[in-house]
T-cell receptor, first 113, second 112 residues
Framework: NAGVTQTPKFRVLKTGQSMTLLCAQD?????MYWYRQDPGMGLRLIHY???????AKGEVPDGYNVSRLKKQNFLLGLESAAPSQTSVYFC????????????FGPGTRLTVT | GQQVMQIPQYQHVQEGEDFTTYCNSS?????IQWYKQRPGGHPVFLIQ?????EVKKQKRLTFQFGEAKKNSSLHITATQTTDVGTYFC????????????FGSGTQLTVLP
């Protein structure tokens, strides 16, 4: 099993450009999450999903959109990238029904110039 | 909103010394999890604590959950170079049971 995979691993965008980050998991997990990690600030939750077709806002949702059309995939979109969105983005997944351990992907390093 | 604070932010120890990181929440937690992130890597789950006053051990690592369920600690005995990384605590509350709130982490450096 591959676990949680993320595409791409690295990306450089110019301000105003758009992009989509893809997360895929092969563990049949119900819950999926998108975090951003900035130096000294831990991981902050952007959006999450508790099942196919559902999404919800986390702590820092502004400037991002998500979709969960298939259970195994969770997409994070940036419609108009800003330098403040320069960060490392991690996707995670877990079993549903109460909090369980989260399995993280390898991350996507995004730079917005 | 819920805040989870971790101290210290950085810790340098000589190999063989002990290490402790502390986690404090502004609100009562339903449970707390600990993760380790190696340099350049992704967070990896270590353990989950649920009960008030709970203590769990994993080899040289000891995890505690406070009686009031608002604080937690991770203690490593006789550190090794393989312990290098950033340790995060993450908690949930009854009002946000589907979300983990992460602390800012403690970055551990072990000097050989």
């Amino acid at each position: 099993n591959a676990g949680v995979t993320q595409t791409p691993k690295f990306r450089v965008l110019k301000t105003g450009q758009s992009m989509t980050l893809l997360c895929a998991q092969d563990m049949n997990h119900e819950y999926m999450y998108w975090y951003r990690q900035d130096p000294g600030m831990g991981l902050r939750l952007i959006h999450y999903s508790v099942g196919e077709g559902t999404t919800a806002k986390g702590e820092v949702p502004d400037g991002y959109n998500v979709s969960r059309l298939k259970k195994q995939n969770f997409l994070l979109g940036l419609e108009s990238a800003a330098p403040s969105q320069t960060s490392v983005y991690f996707c995670a997944s877990s079993y549903g029904d109460r909090v369980h351990e989260q399995y993280f992907g390898p991350g996507t390093r995004l730079t917005v110039t | 909103g819920q805040q989870v604070m971790q101290i210290p932010q950085y810790q340098h120890v000589q190999e063989g010394e002990d290490f402790t990181t502390y986690c404090n929440s502004s609100t009562t937690l339903s449970n707390i999890q600990w993760y380790k992130q190696r340099p350049g890597g992704h967070p990896v789950f270590l353990i989950q604590l649920v009960k008030s006053g709970e203590v769990k051990k994993q080899k040289r690592l000891t995890f505690q959950f406070g009686e009031a369920k608002k604080n937690s600690s991770l203690h490593i005995t006789a550190t090794q170079t393989t312990d290098v990384g950033t340790y995060f605590c993450a908690g949930t509350t009854s009002g946000s049971a589907r979300q983990l709130t992460f602390g800012s982490g403690t970055q551990l450096t072990v000097l050989p």
